[in-house]
């Protein structure tokens, strides 16, 4: 399955195309990926407007999410320690509503990491050093189009390839589309509905008289 502009993935992920912007700094966290006050939120849908809502404020529209060489990138390339602080899981949710579908940095935070799994948002790492160059070749040509191939674990555009790593118990779960509980349940439904049947509290169950 490749994820190209869709609204949400679902079922096994092997690749993400697209183009990619890049934002740097090391440490940002959850707070300036999505404001607290917007977590009052009652469902996900606009968050993608609101994503590094105080962050694009203060930069009065020349922040890279605001930029119109920008919109419809699919692939963020971040720097160290991307997505520490607070556990929100609003914060993966925001970036996927705005449009992106994997990110590659130095290193993740370990509850964004895996708040972005359950969503099938892959996180690649690589080292600084490499990071730095590919954070120079996509502003250098934003407009270029990427392949991020999970199997290979290599991202590569028409002018260059990148070696990445993602660990292997999420890379499989990827791959394998056990990331994606909703589809797994629908996947099971017959099996879930003989177990339904063999339930006697959910069958006209009647409780012994003592």
């Given at each position: 399955?490749?994820?190209?502009?869709?609204?949400?993935?679902?079922?096994?992920?092997?690749?993400?195309?697209?183009?990619?912007?890049?934002?740097?700094?090391?440490?940002?966290?959850?707070?300036?990926?999505?404001?607290?006050?917007?977590?009052?939120?009652?469902?996900?849908?606009?968050?993608?407007?609101?994503?590094?809502?105080?962050?694009?404020?203060?930069?009065?529209?020349?922040?890279?999410?605001?930029?119109?060489?920008?919109?419809?990138?699919?692939?963020?390339?971040?720097?160290?320690?991307?997505?520490?602080?607070?556990?929100?899981?609003?914060?993966?949710?925001?970036?996927?509503?705005?449009?992106?579908?994997?990110?590659?940095?130095?290193?993740?935070?370990?509850?964004?990491?895996?708040?972005?799994?359950?969503?099938?948002?892959?996180?690649?790492?690589?080292?600084?050093?490499?990071?730095?160059?590919?954070?120079?070749?996509?502003?250098?040509?934003?407009?270029?189009?990427?392949?991020?191939?999970?199997?290979?674990?290599?991202?590569?555009?028409?002018?260059?390839?990148?070696?990445?790593?993602?660990?292997?118990?999420?890379?499989?779960?990827?791959?394998?589309?056990?990331?994606?509980?909703?589809?797994?349940?629908?996947?099971?439904?017959?099996?879930?509905?003989?177990?339904?049947?063999?339930?006697p509290y959910l069958n006209d169950?009647?409780?012994?008289?003592?």
């Amino acid at each position: 399955m490749t994820i190209e502009a869709i609204p949400f993935p679902h079922g096994s992920i092997d690749q993400v195309q697209g183009r990619a912007l890049m934002l740097r700094g090391d440490d940002i966290d959850t707070d300036r990926i999505i404001p607290a006050r917007f977590l009052k939120c009652v469902s996900f849908e606009a968050l993608g407007d609101q994503v590094f809502e105080d962050d694009r404020l203060e930069l009065g529209g020349s922040h890279p999410f605001d930029l119109k060489v920008h919109q419809g990138a699919s692939i963020l390339v971040v720097n160290d320690n991307f997505g520490c602080g607070s556990s929100r899981e609003h914060a993966p949710q925001a970036l996927m509503r705005w449009g992106i579908r994997a990110l590659i940095g130095q290193s993740f935070a370990e509850i964004f990491y895996g708040n972005c799994l359950a969503l099938g948002i892959p996180c690649a790492t690589a080292s600084l050093a490499q990071i730095d160059a590919l954070q120079q070749a996509v502003a250098a040509d934003p407009s270029q189009s990427w392949g991020f191939n999970l199997q290979a674990q290599q991202l590569t555009s028409a002018a260059s390839s990148w070696d990445l790593k993602i660990e292997s118990g999420p890379r499989e779960m990827l791959l394998s589309g056990r990331w994606d509980a909703t589809s797994q349940l629908v996947a099971q439904d017959a099996a879930l509905k003989r177990t339904m049947a063999d339930l006697p509290y959910l069958n006209d169950f009647v409780a012994p008289l003592h």
